[in-house]
């Protein structure tokens, strides 16, 4: 199994509202990824997880808040965005601790703030 | 500041090689080459990466000069489902920050 899940796959909300973002592999890796991506724009790095723990924070608003809750699974959950934050949000995973870093890629979650 | 450029776009005819330049001029000893692609509405997918060698997979093929400050990725007969966004991406080999630059959109005609 090669696959990385996300849901849901579209999701509107208000700017008062509070939301979450899962995702999850069955690979065994031990790394996990949050991206934002805008419309015609490249991917960008939030967060990254090695063995549940966070491990790189690219300065993100705490609006988003990451959690990994075991080495399968990872949140992003959403509270007061603002419609800037719309966007294509992906996951990924690789095994960590590796020279070799090869990143899978859910379909991601196209977000939309109102 | 991107650390690769790439043509914003390209065409190639089906069946032909499609043939994707980047240069990566201060490219360091320790950064890896990595390119991936995104087909539209969906995430991005791992092609092929490479440090000095040139390499090929079932997917595609790397060539990297002698001074590692350009590569191109070749796509030996280029189908209509090629049509994507292709990334190059210099990677070092303790990291694990994948920082995309703009891509190229190639866009592979009947």
């Known amino acids: 199994d090669t696959e990385v899940t996300q849901t849901p796959k579209h999701l509107v909300m208000g700017m008062t509202n509070k939301k979450s973002l899962k995702c999850e592999q069955h690979m065994g890796h031990r790394a996990m990824y949050w991206y934002k991506q805008k419309a015609k724009k490249p991917p960008e790095l939030m967060f990254v997880y090695s063995y549940e723990k966070l491990s790189i924070n690219e300065s993100v608003p705490s609006r988003f808040s990451p959690e990994c809750p075991n080495s399968s699974l990872l949140n992003l959950h959403l509270h007061a965005l603002q419609p800037e934050d719309s966007a294509l949000y992906l996951c990924?995973?690789?095994?960590?601790?590796?020279?070799?870093?090869?990143?899978?890629f859910g379909p991601g979650t196209r977000l939309t703030v109102l | 500041d991107a650390k690769t450029t790439q043509p914003p776009s390209m065409d190639c005819a089906e069946g032909r090689a499609a043939n994707l330049p980047c240069n990566h001029s201060?490219?360091?000893?320790?950064?890896?080459v990595y390119w991936y692609r995104q087909i539209h509405s969906q995430g991005p997918q791992y092609i092929i990466h490479g440090l000095k060698n040139n390499e090929t997979n079932e997917m595609a093929s790397l060539i990297i000069t002698e001074d590692r400050k350009s590569s191109t990725l070749i796509l030996p007969h280029a189908t209509l489902r090629d049509t994507a966004v292709y990334y190059c991406i210099l990677q070092e080999t303790s990291g694990s920050r994948l920082t995309f630059g703009e891509g190229t959109q190639l866009t592979v005609n009947p």
């Open positions: 990924a995973s690789s095994q960590a601790g590796m020279w070799y870093n090869e990143q899978f």
């Open positions: 201060t490219i360091s000893g320790n950064e890896y």
